[in-house]
């Protein structure tokens, strides 16, 4: 960055003239919307009118409130035009409808962000702004043409912007960096939108962000047909959430909606806590399908004995084979469960009246004995109409029933251990169940058996949208990722993660397995993020120690700062005692205004709470309100996607043994930090770090 830019007062210039434009941009918006407030007068098509235009103003209106964040990132010249264009982050006119500002999805700032040395697309100078609110503090210019082969090529796009932002305190929310976009991350934020585009991305190499930059530059340039299909955000829990839920609505797209797994159930059950790893690793395997599909099979029963009932004068009967004859047609006719129940009454009628002695109607039998307690009780014995809660929850309460589900050609689909794992005390009702969020996919694979409720069709249905983000993607287990599928209108998707942060129940050695399970309509977009952004060169190295271990062969991100401080490693009497305070006051106090996660294995979650109430040091905790406090308690399993200034990893050795996928926990926890690592440790540590 330059002392003084000679241009910087004639760039500032344009800065407020281009706030001017937005404001009146601002004034004109809430003119439209007081001359088209919707009324209950005209027709009903001059009413629709009117409402989409309040809507379209109303979200033109979400966008022009940018609070402090900036408008205009930069600028760039065309090569022999006399041309410029400044970049921001949503497009600006001014009264005669010329363009101020371009929107950063536009194919013109695609130069912005893209251009080399060696592939100038066109431009000869590319200008980025530093700015606080609408102040211009600095400018960085980069120049093309002869200039660019007198110099090696920088490895990194305004770099003076790019550091700043890294450096900048964190808030406990991600923040965007549509002003800093790097070329590889931009290729991949306007890569193709259909088929599936896989990420690999190690920490710290914005793949998060990436994929949620790449959600609303796909709404912007496929606002046709997305806006109607919609786009979905998965996240693996809500701490996540919470931590990205204010970066799509700071690039002005409020309408992608993100959720957990859970959110996506229809119909809607209470979803909380996960389960032992053990038995997520059993609801998670494919074998899961054909299980549930015998616990349906074992519900669509014959009558144990015949059914004799009176009508009228006379006496109609059901024998227990003509009610298998019933099951069988009902299986061959329906596509579901559920659709299957019509069939099954209309033959039930239909053989109770072909049983009467005198002709009777089939129609008239079951207008007068339908609502009969033993016509009831005999059709939901045969062939119950049922919710995925429902079958779960009688599944799950009886071992019986757990091992007739279990039953294969060659003996037990699962080993008896196994499936009895899903075992549980039953609840009075399945509506009072709360259930484990390994449970979610398993409840939507029992809905896709089941089909519709009669009468219950718009209750049951599944939202599908027109592409879908998945983050943290490694961690997901083969029910989920079928899960996910079904979400998916026409195959489009964007997939992140980190192989070597692979730490769940299900987590994945390779990438292979995760694509397995989702859509192959196109051939898959392999791309890769190389270079890391937040974490410090000497973490970094610390962090790479252990990468050999929980990645084999993967290829570390290169860092972009070889400078900070190096990483502390600090032996204690004991992990949740007294100089674990001192601990996390000097790095509190090492980042002035910044935030210190302090991540701790699960069995010291308890102690080290227990610990700073006793010391009166204020922290929050891991939770869907995000990290709130300047200082955090985390679990260690849930840390993973997070970013803060100080990282304090307590007891690596506990860490290891303890969580199942121990060395890449370890790794996930040794590069949330984008200025400062501390670990701490009673035990001695683990070999990886003692190099």
């Not at 009413?47 to 809507?55: A, D, L, N, P, T």
């Not at 599936?196 to 793949?207: I, N, S």
């Not at 006379?314 to 069988?328: M, Y």
């Not at 589900?405 to 005390?425: C, K, Q, S, V, Y």
Request: hydrophobic share 40%; proline share 6%; glycine share 8%.
């Amino acid at each position: 960055m330059s002392d003084r830019h000679p241009e910087l007062d004639a760039e500032q210039a344009y800065l407020d003239f281009a706030y001017v434009c937005l404001d009146e941009s601002r004034e004109r918006a809430n003119r439209m919307t007081s001359n088209y407030a919707p009324s209950a007068g005209g027709t009903t098509q001059a009413r629709h009118e009117r409402e989409s235009i309040v809507e379209s103003v109303l979200q033109r209106l979400s966008q022009l409130n940018l609070g402090d964040r900036s408008l205009v990132f930069g600028r760039i010249d065309p090569a022999g035009t006399g041309e410029r264009f400044y970049i921001g982050r949503l497009g600006v006119w001014d009264r005669e409808q010329d363009p101020v500002v371009v929107d950063w999805r536009a194919p013109v700032a695609e130069p912005f962000y893209r251009a080399t040395g060696r592939e100038p697309m066109g431009i000869e100078r590319r200008r980025h702004f530093a700015t606080r609110g609408q102040t211009l503090l600095g400018i960085d210019d980069e120049l093309f043409g002869d200039l660019a082969h007198a110099r090696p090529e920088p490895q990194v796009r305004g770099q003076g912007a790019l550091i700043a932002a890294i450096e900048a305190s964190r808030t406990g929310r991600l923040g965007d960096i549509v002003a800093t976009i790097q070329g590889e991350q931009d290729e991949i934020i306007r890569a193709p939108m259909p088929g599936v585009l896989l990420v690999q991305g190690g920490p710290g190499t914005g793949k998060t962000v990436v994929a949620l930059h790449r959600a609303a530059y796909l709404l912007y340039t496929h606002r046709f047909p997305l806006e109607g299909q919609g786009v979905l955000v998965i996240g693996p829990n809500r701490l996540f959430l919470a931590y990205i839920e204010q970066v799509l609505p700071s690039l002005g797209e409020a309408g992608v909606e993100i959720a957990v797994l859970a959110d996506l159930l229809r119909p809607r059950v209470r979803v909380d806590k996960l389960d032992n790893e053990s038995t997520a690793s059993v609801k998670g395997d494919l074998r899961m399908i054909k299980v549930l599909a015998r616990a349906v099979a074992d519900r669509q029963r014959p009558l144990r004995e015949d059914l004799v009932i009176g009508f009228g004068l006379q006496r109609l009967h059901l024998s227990a084979d003509e009610s298998r004859w019933i099951v069988g047609e009902a299986r061959r006719r329906s596509r579901g469960h559920n659709s299957g129940r019509k069939v099954v009454e209309e033959l039930f009628f239909q053989k109770l009246a072909a049983s009467a002695r005198k002709p009777v109607d089939a129609t008239t039998v079951s207008e007068q004995l339908g609502n009969e307690l033993p016509i009831r009780e005999a059709l939901d014995w045969m062939w119950p109409v049922l919710t995925p809660a429902h079958l779960l929850h009688d599944l799950y309460g009886s071992q019986a029933l757990l091992r007739s589900a279990n039953r294969g050609r060659n003996g037990g689909i699962f080993a008896e251990d196994e499936i009895l794992l899903l075992h549980r005390t039953r609840a009075r009702h399945a509506d009072e169940v709360i259930w484990r969020f390994h449970d979610v996919p398993l409840l939507d694979e029992a809905r896709a058996l089941l089909g519709f409720r009669p009468g219950k069709r718009n209750a049951d249905a599944v939202r599908t949208y027109g592409h879908i983000c998945i983050d943290e993607a490694q961690d997901l287990a083969p029910m989920e990722l079928r899960m996910v599928s079904r979400r998916s209108l026409n195959g489009s998707m964007t997939v992140v993660g980190d192989i070597a942060q692979a730490t769940g129940a299900w987590a994945n050695d390779g990438w292979g397995s995760v694509l397995a399970q989702l859509p192959d309509k196109r051939e898959v977009q392999h791309r890769e993020l190389t270079i890391g952004y937040r974490i410090p060169g000497p973490a970094m190295t610390l962090a790479n120690q252990v990468l050999p271990l929980a990645a084999p062969g993967l290829r570390p991100p290169r860092p972009v700062r070889d400078d900070g401080d190096p990483p502390r490693l600090v032996q204690v009497a004991s992990a949740a005692g007294e100089q674990l305070v001192d601990v996390v006051r000097s790095e509190l106090g090492a980042v002035v205004e910044g935030n210190v996660a302090v991540i701790v294995p699960d069995s010291l979650v308890a102690p080290v709470r227990e610990l700073f109430e006793a010391h009166r040091l204020p922290f929050g905790g891991a939770n869907r309100h995000g990290l709130d406090q300047q200082i955090t308690l985390v679990p260690v399993r849930l840390v993973k996607g997070l970013e803060v200034d100080s990282a304090v990893v307590v007891e690596p050795a506990r860490i290891i043994r303890e969580e199942r996928q121990g060395v890449r926990s370890l790794y996930v926890a040794l590069t949330r930090a984008t200025k400062r690592v501390a670990v701490v440790h009673s035990e001695p540590l683990p070999d990886v770090l003692q190099e």
